[in-house]
């Protein structure tokens, strides 16, 4: 089983039931992140692009979102902007993953927010 990090232990409480979404277009990241999360005992919701990953978000409502930057058909940035205007998503916690370095990300998303 690979190491994972306190990142479960601070955003999961043992003895609760969580569901995280993983919404990610590539396969093998997807299952990557996939065991790591159910070796935690959370459930998951997948979503292969942003329109997925916002339709799954609104009808689950998941505890946690993991959210490719780069996503088909929606990017993630768009998608969070979405889900963050679903009623009862607004304070779920979505982390950015990517494979790709993409200069002055951080930059860009705290433009988008204001």
């Known amino acids: 089983m690979p190491h994972t990090t306190n990142t479960f232990k601070i955003l999961w409480r043992p003895g609760t039931e969580s569901r995280w979404s993983c919404d ?3 396969e093998d990241t997807r299952s990557l992140l996939r065991y790591m999360i159910e070796a935690n005992d ?3 919701i997948e979503a292969e692009d942003g329109e997925q990953g916002v339709n799954m978000a609104e ?5 946690l979102i993991l959210m490719d930057t780069s996503l088909p058909r929606l990017d993630g940035l768009e998608a969070t902007r979405r889900i963050r205007r679903l009623a009862g998503t607004e ?7 990517s ?3 993409i200069r002055n990300l951080g930059r860009k998303l705290w433009h988008r927010r204001q």
Do not use: A
Request: glycine share 4%.
């Open 91 to 97: 304070r779920v916690p979505i982390i950015f993953i």
């Open 59 to 63: 009808l689950m409502v998941p505890d």
């Open 24 to 26: 990610e277009d590539h």
């Open 99 to 101: 494979g790709l370095r």
């Open 42 to 44: 959370c459930s998951v």
